[in-house]
């Protein structure tokens, strides 16, 4: 973020000043990050969960037809895998909902630390800029007579 600064009545901006602005906060900024790759680590969690859980009860749904076609007590092949793929779908629902909700929160509380920082940084950047432009002008002296 570059520092404004004044020049009589003109404004600028500058990146050679902004080494003038301190960084605080550090700590709190590594712990946005982490709770930011903690929400992508879930969220990448929350995916495979799903997958893996709808490849489960669709297989699951086939084999369970298979052996009740071996045992000769009934269903169908089609019928336990789609069976199968809706109860799949339906706990694949809820993983969304719970999984992705935790990844949401996780995300957005890093988020919601890194706003508070660049709250900081942009009042503290403006505190300095309205002190400069507060700082009275020297009087100009008057000519030699």
Avoid: H, W
Wanted: charged letters at 15%.
């Amino acid at each position: 973020m570059p520092l404004l600064y004044t020049a009589g009545d003109n404004i600028y901006y500058s990146r050679e000043r902004e080494s003038i602005m301190e960084r605080r906060y550090r700590a709190l900024r590594v712990i946005s990050t982490i709770y930011k790759i903690i929400g992508g680590i879930v969220a990448i969690s929350t995916l495979l969960l799903i997958i893996g859980n709808c490849l489960m009860f669709v297989l699951g749904g086939v084999s369970s037809a298979a052996i009740m076609n071996d045992l000769d007590i009934g269903g169908s092949m089609l019928a336990g895998g789609f069976g199968g793929f809706l109860v799949g779908a339906l706990v694949a629902l809820v993983l969304i909902i719970y999984g992705g909700g935790i990844a949401l929160t996780f995300y957005a509380a890093g988020e919601g630390i890194q706003l508070f920082i660049d709250i900081e940084e942009n009042t503290r950047q403006t505190n300095l800029f309205l002190r400069q432009r507060a700082q009275p002008e020297r009087p100009v002296p008057p000519p030699a007579q």
